[in-house]
């Protein structure tokens, strides 16, 4: 019964491969966002969508694409994976209507 | 952009004892969140509060709106309480801030 589910929850991969990251939700939320962590554990925005149409773009390099096939799910895939994209990514949504966020559990992304 | 300003960066506790945390914002807002990240990395909602005063157990929430500010309090600290906690506005729309959080240690 968990809200917010986000595969994988580790990520381990080289530089240059393409990988993907899933989320969904089951809480007939509307909208969903991607955050990313750094180190220094700062919170950031990436993606914000809502009914599957992009509504926040915060100046990712377009290596990031999220794609939202549904209003449940909401995937990131990142190309040509640098170090610098290590990173915890996380998933979360809110309800129409409502700004409360809920998150996933993250995943946990190192780049080597 | 709005700024959002936690305080202190790191808390050490002892267990039992009793603090505040404080979050700052620079301009108005149509809400405030407060998350507990715990060790393990889990993001735990505390409190949905752009306004007024809430109570959960041990924790309790202000938000002064007028003011501009919002306070965290935690009492009788536990070691479980350990870890990093954030606010998070937003000014409307879609888009949500994050302050830097401040992490706290309990010690037994």
């Known amino acids: 019964d968990t809200a917010v589910s986000q595969t994988p929850k580790y990520l381990v991969t080289q530089m240059g491969n393409d990988k993907s990251i899933k989320c969904e939700q089951n809480?007939?939320?509307?909208?969903m966002y991607w955050y990313k962590q750094d180190s220094k554990k700062f919170l950031k925005i990436m993606f914000s969508?809502?009914?599957?149409?992009?509504?926040i773009n915060e100046t990712v390099p377009n290596r990031f694409s999220p794609k939202s096939p549904d209003k449940a799910h909401l995937n990131l895939h990142i190309n040509s994976l640098e170090l610098g994209d290590s990173a915890v990514y996380f998933c979360?949504?809110?309800?129409?209507?409502?700004?409360?966020?809920?998150f996933g559990p993250g995943t946990r992304l190192t780049v080597t | 952009g709005i700024q959002v300003e936690q305080s202190p960066p790191d808390l050490i506790l002892q267990e039992g004892a009793n603090s505040t945390l404080r979050c700052n914002f620079s301009d108005s807002v149509n809400n405030l969140q407060w998350f507990h990240q715990n060790p393990w990395g889990q993001l735990i909602n505390l409190f949905y509060?752009?306004?007024g005063t809430k109570q959960n157990g041990r924790l309790s929430a202000t938000t002064v709106a007028t003011e501009r500010y919002s306070l965290l309090y935690i009492s009788s600290s536990q070691t479980t309480d350990s870890g990093v906690y954030f606010c998070?506005?937003?000014?409307?729309?879609?888009?949500?801030?994050f302050g830097a959080g401040t992490r706290l240690f309990v010690k037994a």
């Open positions: 979360a949504s809110r309800p129409e209507g409502k700004d409360e966020q809920y």
């Open positions: 509060i752009p306004s």
């Open positions: 969508y809502n009914n599957k149409e992009l509504i």
């Open positions: 809480l007939g939320h509307d909208t």
């Open positions: 998070a506005v937003n000014t409307g729309g879609f888009k949500t801030i």
